[in-house]
């Protein structure tokens, strides 16, 4: 009778089974890092990643796009500035009203076109709307209950440009005896308004640059809008100054200016302006610092820049 061995090469059920554990023991150490909490890696290569793509949107390289950068910056600055016009601006083009002359040039009125508004005494120039491109961050904030006015009297526009934010009323209302139809350009807004009377339109998304408003009566009163969805966006008033408030601070915002004769594409204003790095687009940008005001100062805009 044989004596059995056990086959020294072949391992046993409760060796087989400490093996399996001890492989287990082992996957867990090194996935847990002996005992380092786990966050600890993708915390550290999270920030890192973070790092790596401000530096590259600061030397503009990496080729990833902005709205895959993440907000650097904190707190919300304001923005400022004034267009000074240079030189002696032309001569106010006289319009030609052959309708409605009862009312519209009555006791010998004239209308002139209002595309170009230079203040006599500060030179400031009107109407020029500045508006954010894109950010990163938007500072909460109800949009306006009370409707901004838009009129017109003596068949001409009270106001040949203005700013709303989408979803903001805006009261469209005709202070003359006699009716207009208002035309605001790529919405589905052309209605006639009765003498004396109103209607309320409210923008439901935002226009890349103004667009055009006009009265399909008389075919010389002609205005511009814009809409905006951050309501981040100024018209120059008639000494030429605008305000921006509540833009991102600590990072950089491209802004893009315009006006209704300026040269550049699609009305783009553009300038001859190394300290903002202004571009053919009639853009630069600007970073603000948190809870104060950014002053441009006066920006000059010479007779080249504007249009016949």
Known sequence: MHEHHPNPTRPTRHEGIRSV????????????????PRVDGPAADAEAAKKLRVVLASSGGGGGSAEAEESTGTGWGTLGGRFVFTGTPPEATALVVDK???????????LFDQSLQVDPSTKGLAGVVVFARKVRRVKERAIPEKPLVFDQKHCEFLSPVFAARVGQPVDVRNSDPIGHN???SGTAFNQLIPAGDGTIFTPSRETGMPVSVTCNIHP????????REDGYVAVSGTDG?????DLPAGEKVELQVWHARATGPN???VLDNDDLGWSSKGRFEVTLTADEVTDLGSIEVPASAIGG
Do not use: H, Q
Not at 241 to 245: A, G, K, L, T, Y
């Open 182 to 184: 208002t035309n605001i």
């Open 100 to 110: 409605d002359t009862a009312v519209c040039t009555a006791g010998g009125r004239k």
């Open 267 to 269: 009305g783009a204003l």
């Open 241 to 245: 100054s605008f305000e921006i408030p």
């Open 220 to 227: 010389w009163m002609k205005a511009y809008a814009v809409f």
């Open 21 to 36: 554990i001890l492989a287990i023991g082992l996957c867990l150490i090194a996935a847990v890092g002996c005992g380092r």
